[in-house]
């Protein structure tokens, strides 16, 4: 039970007044090799029971009544019919108020066709997130994709004549390696508002965590990393490996980078309300069967949660605004990290003014060496 002084903790936590809402759809046609989200291969279309679960769970939702994005990732959403994807966002919009909505779909480039795209617009979809990775066939072999290169030119350009919102993610470190220039050059040529570029990872629990030997060495990695700074001109890096036009920084993801609150549906989805991080039943079969039950759910410290917010707003190069910590924390922010601070500011990692603490380039490139020593 939730005593008074957890209650006004809480409200002090919520700076924002709106949540990020956060859909999860965990089916894809085909398992990347490198992917660790939650997901199913499926044959033919999405099952009801799914769909049914998904909207019973949004419906049942007991918390904050407005949201202002959301974000419909997976897995791959766009395998979702139509009607389904109705279905789903009408239950969003029964359960919450949405204010000026920044409203995402995740999209594979052979999903995309001209009927598909039209009828997102017409269920109010004003985003869509092209996972594109590379536009040269040889690294979307080695990536395990299901679309070549001729397949993203199509979806970019369709997405591009629809959306006015919209963006594609890459990946580099893939082999060859030395594709990723002329795959920047590529999506450079359909301007995109907004660029994800990931280093591929090679995760423990995927087949990809089996070829960790392949991975590139270090100082590829940080060149490779280096290249799409230097040659995303006209984008900010607003985030570690996020580029944007002015004003086309995603929403919803900032949520998370500012360590605000949000709700997830959805198998394997997580929330942060009330200063607890939730998560979802992951086994599709049991999310069905109780779409509404935690597998697990931690409640965080005030501590952990001043801590996590630091964290995260380094990774912005906006950074953290000291007056925006103390409005939310009642604290200053230098009495309560001023140690690290300071350390990290003499290695070169941050920089800091009467106003703002925020990351430099070198933070960037080495930011987990930022978490650490505020952990610490």
């Not at 279309?45 to 949004?58: Q, Y």
Request: glycine share 8%; proline share 5%; net charge negative.
């Amino acid at each position: 039970m939730k005593t008074k002084t957890d209650r006004e903790q809480g409200s002090r936590r919520r700076d924002r007044a709106m949540l990020g809402v956060y859909i999860h759809i965990p089916f894809c046609r085909s398992l990347c090799p490198y992917c660790d989200f939650v997901r199913q291969p499926l044959a033919g279309g999405v099952p009801r029971p799914f769909t049914d679960a998904l909207c019973g769970e949004l419906e049942s939702f007991d918390g904050p009544a407005e949201a202002d994005t959301v974000y419909v990732g997976g897995g791959t959403p766009s395998l979702l019919a139509p009607d389904d994807l109705g279905r789903i966002l009408a239950a969003v919009r029964r359960r919450f108020t949405l204010v000026d909505p920044e409203v995402t779909i995740e999209a594979n480039p052979d999903d995309c066709a001209p009927a598909l795209a039209d009828a997102w617009q017409d269920l109010g979809v004003n985003r869509v997130s092209l996972g594109v990775q590379s536009f040269d066939d040889r690294v979307l072999r080695y990536l395990g994709r299901r679309h070549d290169a001729a397949g993203a030119r199509r979806a970019c350009e369709l997405v591009a004549d629809r959306f006015d919102n919209w963006g594609m993610d890459l990946i580099f470190g893939a082999h060859p390696s030395d594709a990723w220039s002329a795959t920047l050059t590529a999506a450079l040529a359909y301007a995109p508002p907004h660029l994800s570029t990931y280093g591929l990872t090679y995760e423990r629990g995927t087949p990809f965590g089996e070829r960790r030997e392949e991975a590139i060495d270090d100082a590829t990695w940080l060149r490779l990393y280096r290249q799409a700074h230097a040659e995303l001109t006209g984008y900010v890096r607003y985030e570690i490996s996020n580029f944007a036009r002015p004003g086309r920084e995603c929403r919803h993801n900032l949520i998370y980078w500012r360590n605000e609150e949000y709700a997830g549906f959805g198998p394997g989805a997580y929330s942060f309300l009330d200063g607890v991080r939730s998560r979802n039943l992951t086994a599709l079969a049991d999310y069905v069967a109780s779409p509404d039950e935690k597998g697990e759910a931690l409640h965080l410290t005030d501590r952990e949660i001043r801590t996590e917010t630091v964290i995260q707003h380094l990774r912005l190069k906006s950074g953290l605004k000291k007056k925006d910590y103390y409005r939310r924390f009642g604290r200053d922010v230098c009495n309560d990290f001023g140690p690290a601070i300071a350390g990290l500011v003499k290695r070169g990692l941050l920089a800091e003014d009467t106003k703002v603490i925020r990351p430099t380039a070198f933070g960037f490139e080495l930011n987990t060496e930022i978490g650490l020593e505020l952990v610490d």
